[in-house]
């Protein structure tokens, strides 16, 4: 069974770092094909789709955002890592994690997500 | 940047067929998904690679595509269907994830 655990603090100060840490279980990220996304959902508006890494290492992230978005895994630990720099009071929002399945090509899709976490951006 | 276009909202009655469009100039060359998030919870996928739907969804959830537009359907729309609906795709260069920009399914 594939569980995603999203973690990291509720509030961040406008200009600070956000990191955010999705822990899961029922899959290895060295599995060829699989991926963890991540994406995020302000209050009542859209998903927007933010950055993914692949088994393979390979990681692809969001023109708008890239400049500030940094992704990592931890594969023994079953961990994936999202920074996101420069935090503004418009980056709110709930931020979830998500597995991206083996098959078929990149950049894929998201078959499991974890509950999310809220995330409030205020001085 | 790429774009997938949604309409903001599409209301049926029960037992009616819904029908949820998306547009974007890449979609002829890329899979499509849909998913369905209820308030408060995580989206679910519901159909993926175009047409394709995931096991424990219901058969009255089905997709197609033509040309440059995807179609969810839901057949026999039933209450527990009110959500709101992504599709989500690729760019034409197969680089980066795309959001629609959501549809409000509305059950009279």
């Known amino acids: 069974q594939i569980t995603l655990k999203e973690s990291g603090p509720t509030l961040v100060k406008p200009t600070q770092t956000l990191t955010l840490t999705c822990t899961f279980s029922g899959f290895s990220l060295s599995t060829s094909g699989v991926g963890v996304g991540w994406i995020r959902q302000p209050p009542g508006k859209a998903l927007e789709w933010l950055a993914l890494i692949y088994w393979d290492d390979d990681k692809r992230y969001s023109p708008s955002l890239k400049s500030r978005l940094t992704i990592t895994k931890d594969t023994s630990k079953n961990q994936v890592v999202l920074t996101m720099t420069n935090m503004d009071p418009v980056d709110t929002a709930t931020y979830y994690c998500?597995?991206?399945?083996?098959?078929?090509?990149?950049?894929?899709?998201?078959?499991?997500w974890g509950r999310g976490t809220l995330v409030t951006v205020s001085s | 940047s790429y774009e997938l276009t949604q309409p903001p909202s599409v209301s049926v009655s029960p037992g009616q067929t819904a029908r949820i469009t998306c547009s974007g100039d890449?979609?002829?060359?890329?899979?499509a998904y849909w998913y369905q998030q209820k308030p408060g919870q995580a989206p679910v996928v519901v159909i993926y690679k175009d047409s394709e739907r995931p096991s424990g969804i219901p058969e009255r959830f089905s997709g197609s595509s033509s040309g440059t537009t995807l179609t969810l359907t839901i057949s026999g729309v039933q209450a527990e269907d009110e959500a709101d609906y992504y599709c989500q795709s690729a760019d034409s260069s197969v680089t980066y994830v795309v959001f629609g920009g959501g549809t409000k399914l509305t059950v009279l």
């Open positions: 998500a597995h991206r399945p083996g098959d078929g090509g990149k950049p894929g899709y998201f078959d499991l």
């Open positions: 890449a979609l002829p060359k890329q899979y």
